[in-house]
């Protein structure tokens, strides 16, 4: 797949927009949002021409992240760089949805070392802003702490995204050619595997009472059977209101059975009486 610079440049600003340090006007909810690979996946299959490739593969990625937390201001990977050259090199270079998953991975473990390094350049400034604010001038304080970081941003991922992509037409695909049919194979296993690993993560932190994952288990085995989404999602939606049925009932019958355990209690002290 042949890539334009026009392209290159889009899916550039793309990546930068979808930056956690981005000041924007609607701030963290829009990058949050730009972030996810199946949103980065889709725009760069819009922007590539092809949106159902890169749904399929920002879907398959984004299963991988389901369960992504930042603890302490620290992540396991780079959200932005994952979506958007990760995804955009995979689709030029034809790979499939498993290799597409590693890949990701890899550039989003080699994003998150790059976040740390900017963080730690935005000292330069801290002294900056530091000095203006010693002469009195605020207005020269407000403008390094604005444009230095967002400039620094702009250029890091942004110059970064658009030379890999513009060097992808050709590199990734070469590069995918050189690797030996074991490593391959390997990198597919790994894919395939990652996206459950997503996927218990969340599961771990959200379901508390074990007895639901019947209903997962439920669903794996409809998806596996080739059953259409959306009569899974119809299944899934009786069995929710048969669970709630059945949940309201056995209240029911407790405040039954304690009732008519008082009402007995009442006619024994009436007998004794």
Not at 36 to 45: D, E, H, L, W
Not at 122 to 135: E, H, I
Request: net charge negative.
């Amino acid at each position: 797949m042949d890539v334009s610079v026009f392209q290159a440049i889009m899916i550039g600003i793309a990546c930068w927009l979808g930056s956690i340090e981005n000041p924007q006007p609607l701030g963290l909810a829009l990058s949050d949002m730009l972030a996810r690979p199946i949103v980065g996946g889709a725009i760069i299959g819009l922007i590539l021409g092809d949106l159902g490739t890169g749904v399929a593969i920002g879907a398959a990625i984004q299963a991988m992240y389901l369960g992504n937390v930042v603890a302490g201001g620290v992540a396991a990977a780079d959200m932005s760089f994952v979506s958007y050259p990760s995804i955009a090199l995979a689709m030029i270079a034809g790979a499939d949805t498993t290799v597409a998953v590693t890949l990701a991975t890899t550039i989003g473990v080699l994003g998150a070392a790059l976040f740390t390094a900017y963080e730690t350049f935005m000292s330069v400034f801290n002294a900056m802003a530091d000095r203006q604010l010693a002469k009195g001038n605020i207005e020269g304080m407000r403008r390094v702490y604005i444009f230095g970081p967002m400039l620094t941003s702009f250029t890091m991922r942004f110059g970064i995204t658009l030379v890999t992509v513009l060097l992808g037409a050709t590199f990734a695909q070469n590069f995918l050619n050189s690797i030996p049919e074991i490593i391959l194979h390997i990198m597919s296993v790994l894919g395939g595997v990652l996206p459950a690993v997503g996927i218990a993560i969340l599961l771990s932190n959200t379901v508390k009472d074990k007895k639901m994952f019947a209903f997962f288990l439920l669903g794996i085995i409809m998806i596996s059977s080739k059953m259409n989404m959306v009569t899974v999602a119809v299944v899934a939606g009786c069995l929710a209101v048969i669970f709630y049925m059945l949940s309201n009932n056995n209240g029911n019958t407790s405040s039954n059975s304690n009732s008519s355990d008082t009402f007995d209690d009442m006619n024994d002290e009436e007998a004794v009486l």
